[in-house]
């Protein structure tokens, strides 16, 4: 897929030797390509070639690469400290994060926990749920409710509550606590919610009385499948929460900070959850962190129950580089016409992509927002197709049956109409 030379071909040679890449065998599998450098929406490569990366780094990166505002506010806070312990101490840019984030997500969110990843969001997320159920008297609520074809991260909480059949951590079974799961809605997002839908939640919460919370994405199943429900369903699942006592966890890691043209997925279904985990964009993918919110109502029980705190404290907590970046970020973001960007690029993407329906093989493309998704009846061969896409000068990543994109927000169209003709061609060369 690539010919290096130089420098590249001695880094090549080391990644083979040592280096482990994820969701990939050791020391073998599809060559990777050596990036030297990163500008905008474009990756450059050791032997010069230049791709489009429609992934935004796994869905990280909506400005793009080398933001002068981002690297701005990087080299500002390397001037004062790039990291200090959060334990017994504060700083300035983890205050005015949590500060920004409390402002815009939905209330009654108050409290901001700051992590290290998505995935350490959700394991903060599922302690938070069960910390706050002994905290108010039900300790024997500590199992998770939600729904198939879901994905939360490779952790252990995180892993145990992504499914355990589609959700590539069946080897792990007998690792992870068990929660329950019922059937994902079939409701595509335009549906109406059908009591089908939403049976088999509302039995689940009728039948148990040991569910600490529930935890979904909202509207917007991301590593799972990409596959786009209806708000209605979300809106159900939140009042049927409120009506049995049990916490509602939106998982806004991957569809956070306006991928789905709302700021926070959550706003389709004009609801607020008790906990909302973030993570991915929040930092313009400079850097990782993550934070988890809950309301003043959860944050009071755990405070107020045993051990008079919450019990997690990761080493990078509050990490002042990556704050002081997540904030310039955020800011950027809010500052910019962000609801006209994602709406483009869902304009662009339903042009583009709209050339692969009907193809034989192709069993759905659809777009939201910012995510563009060809589904294929059959897995991708993920060497054939990344060498077919990095020959058409754009970076994608397939996984199983799908193929495709979510764009920086800065795109152009004229790159966009490159990375859609792309994902069309693989699916028209597959056809043939």
Request: with cysteine; proline share 6%; glycine share 12%.
């Amino acid at each position: 897929m690539v010919h290096p030379s130089g420098r590249g071909e001695a880094v090549l040679a080391a990644d083979r030797a040592h280096v482990w890449h994820p969701y990939s065998p050791a020391g073998a599998g599809v060559l990777v390509p050596p990036v030297v450098s990163a500008q905008a929406v474009r990756l450059r490569l050791a032997d010069g070639r230049e791709l489009i990366d429609g992934m935004s780094s796994w869905w990280a990166a909506i400005h793009g690469y080398r933001h002068p505002i981002l690297d701005a506010a990087a080299v500002a806070q390397l001037g004062k400290m790039s990291h200090v312990m959060f334990g017994g101490l504060t700083h300035e840019p983890a205050v005015s994060l949590a500060s920004l984030l409390v402002r815009i997500t939905p209330e009654p969110l108050t409290q901001v926990f700051l992590c290290d990843s998505g995935s350490v969001s959700v394991e903060v997320a599922l302690k938070m749920a069960i910390q706050y159920q002994a905290g108010i008297g039900h300790p024997e609520r500590s199992r998770m409710l939600t729904i198939r074809r879901g994905y939360h991260g490779d952790t252990t909480g995180a892993m145990s509550v992504t499914d355990p059949v589609t959700g590539m951590h069946h080897l792990f079974r007998h690792l992870l606590p068990q929660h329950v799961f019922v059937p994902e809605p079939e409701c595509g997002f335009g549906d109406p919610l059908t009591a089908s839908d939403l049976a088999p939640m509302r039995d689940a919460l009728e039948s148990r009385q040991d569910v600490a919370a529930v935890i979904l994405e909202p509207v917007v199943q991301g590593a799972g499948g990409m596959r786009f429900y209806s708000p209605h369903y979300l809106r159900a699942v939140r009042d049927l929460c409120d009506e049995h006592g049990v916490l509602l966890i939106c998982d806004e890691i991957a569809t956070g900070f306006g991928r789905t043209g709302r700021l926070f997925a959550s706003e389709w279904a004009e609801i607020s959850p008790d906990i909302m985990c973030l993570g991915k964009a929040m930092t313009g993918g400079y850097l990782t962190m993550a934070a988890t919110l809950c309301t003043g109502a959860v944050a009071r029980a755990i405070s107020a129950g045993e051990g008079g705190a919450f019990m997690h404290g990761p080493t990078f907590m509050g990490n002042p580089l990556a704050a002081a970046i997540a904030t310039a970020s955020i800011e950027l973001l809010l500052a910019q016409d962000w609801q006209a960007q994602v709406a483009r690029l869902e304009r662009e993407l339903r042009l583009g992509l709209a050339r692969a329906r009907g193809l034989p093989g192709v069993t759905d493309v659809r777009v939201l927002g910012g995510i563009g998704v060809i589904e294929f009846t059959d897995p991708l061969d993920l060497g054939i197709a990344t060498a077919q896409l990095v020959a058409a000068g754009v970076w994608l990543r397939p996984f199983g049956r799908l193929l495709y994109t979510m764009p920086p927000y800065s795109m152009d169209d004229i790159d966009l109409g490159r990375v859609t003709s792309a994902m069309v061609g693989v699916a028209r060369r597959r056809g043939g």
